[in-house]
């Protein structure tokens, strides 16, 4: 893993908050309330911004960083080492070879698209793993416990999901590197933009960090198949409907495993986990130590 | 001041210069206009010493040959000189008969495996007196050779404004180039004849390597290391050394060039034409290496992991 400094998390087109993002979040979230005033109330409100659960965010994010660099960080291993390794398995048992005839932009198109496919693929079963597995649900139920959603609310995850989650982009991303890698060698590119994959990028342009707000930006029906809608991930985060949308970008997941939920499926909706499941302090997110309100 | 003056501008200068530029120039273009010049003088001498200098020129237009990747109309013609680990044929036995034959060279010399390297090889160290018809063969072969390498001048002479332009692609041909020459030097031309490689492991055979015959196989690892310090190395040209460090991958690049130096020290301490002693052991180590520190160098250059979103949860 790269190293990782706290302003890192503004500054760079890597992170979910990296400035840009916020800004366009915002921009979309300003045409939003425009053509619906109705949701100004709320989400200008002191009452959702200074919420118990949102201060928490805040100062669980500020603290979290410490933690990934001290323990999430040394643990996990690079996706370079797994690339390495990948690369080598595969010289070892069918030897070296050299595939001529792929064109250089036709290689950086199918290897953009792979990794995003694989990356956004192993996200849903991680993230569907999470919940259906009672274990790994104890630990996902921080990130579920917040009662509102701001875009740091992402960053409310217990430590042992972020190793897990680490262990996923580590594998998926470098097993599928040392897969290119050994079939191009140093035709190997990625289409990028600022460092990001193109696709990353242009899907949190559009306004990622809105699916942790209280901005109900719904798709049409059949895009929603497709990629998951803002309101989609807030149907996820609500006390009724937490098994549905567990998709990252792609809604595909959901529709060929049956966990699909469309924006229209659902009216009002409470978010978090009911009365009984909340934290107070980080300490208690951390010792997962809930208290009954 | 005036010594750091000087320095910064010669730094300018160097690095003003393209990395592709600088390779076609001291490397592509000097390489094949010297392996043309070695092979006209071997023609002249049909000399023993000449065809040392000829292959070894050869090898290292062969490490480093990009005309495959610009033109896919020169894929074949590395082929049309060398055809090492090519086909399954017994090219000696081949060669035996046609030299027993009456029949015109350009019916017999049909094939161009009887017309490579490879055969030149053959006829001009195989033990006894050289006949008449020996010497017309190595002459028609050297005929043949001459003209696939000055195909391979003309286009490199020609192509010039290639190196200049497209610079990441251009980076991306001399790694493959590099991964695919080591590969080959270290499964091929060490680990086959000296039994450590994954097909002929413990049975180690000398008639495999790659000039049997001359027992010049030394010489062309070595021409082939040389092409590679030439490319990577400490060299007072700008080289493929300076992708590597501007990608800040300088541990990889120390690595790599450590692997060449630790190459070239065992193949130069081996003993003559011992496949099974402990040096080319240790060749074939640091080859092995060597291989594998390119794909790390190449995974540092790329830094495809790092430009992917690592996103926490959701």
């Given amino acids: 893993m790269s190293e990782l400094y706290f302003f890192d998390y503004f500054v760079s087109p890597n992170q979910r908050v990296y400035w840009l993002y916020i800004l366009s979040s915002l921009l979309i979230a300003t045409i939003y309330l425009y053509f619906h005033p109705k949701e100004k109330k709320i989400n200008l409100s002191r009452k959702l911004w200074l919420h118990p659960s949102a201060t928490l965010d805040y100062r669980y994010f500020a603290i979290s960083f410490f933690i990934k ?26 030897g070296f070879i050299t595939l001529r005839g792929v064109s250089y932009t036709q290689i950086m198109l199918l ?33 579920h416990s917040a009662k509102v959603l701001t875009p740091i609310t992402f960053y409310r995850v217990h430590p042992l999901e972020n190793i897990l989650f680490g262990f996923r982009f580590s594998l998926s991303i470098g097993i599928v590197t040392g897969v290119f890698i050994y079939l191009f060698g140093g035709l190997l590119s990625l289409m990028d933009v600022l460092g990001v994959n193109i696709i990353i990028f242009v899907f949190n342009l559009l306004g990622s960090n809105l699916r942790h707000s209280h901005i109900k930006l719904k798709y049409f029906k059949w895009i929603e198949n497709i990629f998951i809608s803002p309101f989609q991930h807030q149907i996820h985060h609500s006390t009724e409907f937490y098994n549905y949308n567990f998709g990252g970008t792609l809604a595909l997941w959901d529709l060929w495993f049956k966990t699909l939920k469309h924006s229209n499926d659902v009216g009002t909706m409470q978010l978090g986990l009911g009365a009984k499941n909340h934290f107070k302090t980080v300490v208690d997110l951390l010792l997962l130590r809930r208290s009954n309100a | 001041m005036k010594t750091l003056l000087i320095l910064i501008t010669l730094h300018l200068l160097l690095y003003a210069q393209n990395v592709g530029e600088s390779l076609y120039e001291n490397v592509l273009l000097k390489n094949i206009v010297e392996a043309n010049q070695n092979l006209h003088k071997l023609e002249k001498t049909l000399n023993k010493d000449d065809f040392t200098n000829m292959m070894m020129s050869w090898k290292k237009v062969q490490t480093l040959y990009l005309a495959a990747d610009l033109d896919e109309d020169y894929i074949d013609t590395p082929r049309y000189i060398d055809t090492f680990h ?70 490199y002479k020609t192509s010039q ?12 041909f001399v790694m493959n180039a590099l991964i695919e020459s080591s590969y080959k030097l270290k499964e091929w031309r060490v680990g086959d004849p000296a039994g450590l490689s994954r097909k002929y492991r413990n049975k180690p055979d000398a008639r495999r390597s790659e000039y049997p015959v001359s027992k010049l196989s030394y010489s062309a690892i070595e021409a082939i290391l040389l092409t590679h310090q030439a490319v990577i190395g400490k060299q007072e040209f700008v080289n493929f050394s300076n992708v590597v460090r501007s990608a800040g ?18 193949l130069y301490k081996a003993p003559a034409y011992d496949f099974e002693s402990q040096e080319i052991k240790e060749l074939y180590k640091e080859l092995t290496a060597l291989h594998n520190a390119y794909y790390i160098s190449l995974i540092g250059v790329l830094k495809i992991t790092s430009k992917i979103l690592d996103a926490d949860g959701d």
């Fill in chain 2, 249 to 266: 991958a300088d541990k990889e690049l120390k690595n790599v060039r450590e692997h060449i130096k630790n190459a070239l020290k065992s």
């Fill in chain 1, 111 to 143: 290897f953009t698209l792979t990794l995003f496919i694989v990356s956004d693929f192993t996200r849903y079963w991680l993230h569907r793993f999470m919940h259906t597995i009672p274990f790994l649900w104890k630990f996902h139920k921080v990130h």
């Fill in chain 2, 86 to 155: 090519e086909g399954k044929e017994n090219l000696y036995r081949q060669l035996d008969r046609i030299l027993l034959s009456n029949d015109a060279l350009e019916i017999e010399l049909f094939k161009n495996s009887t017309k490579s390297i490879n055969a030149l090889e053959y006829l001009m160290f195989k033990s006894g007196e050289q006949t008449h018809r020996q010497k017309e063969m190595v002459v028609y072969i050297l005929k043949h050779i001459a003209q696939h390498l000055q195909s391979i001048e003309n286009f």
């Fill in chain 1, 69 to 94: 660099i001290w323990l999430v960080m040394p643990i996990i291993f690079g996706a370079n080492e797994v690339a390495i390794v990948t690369q080598r398995f595969l010289s070892d048992t069918f």
């Fill in chain 2, 161 to 172: 404004k290639l190196f200049s332009q497209e610079s990441q692609k251009m980076n991306a």
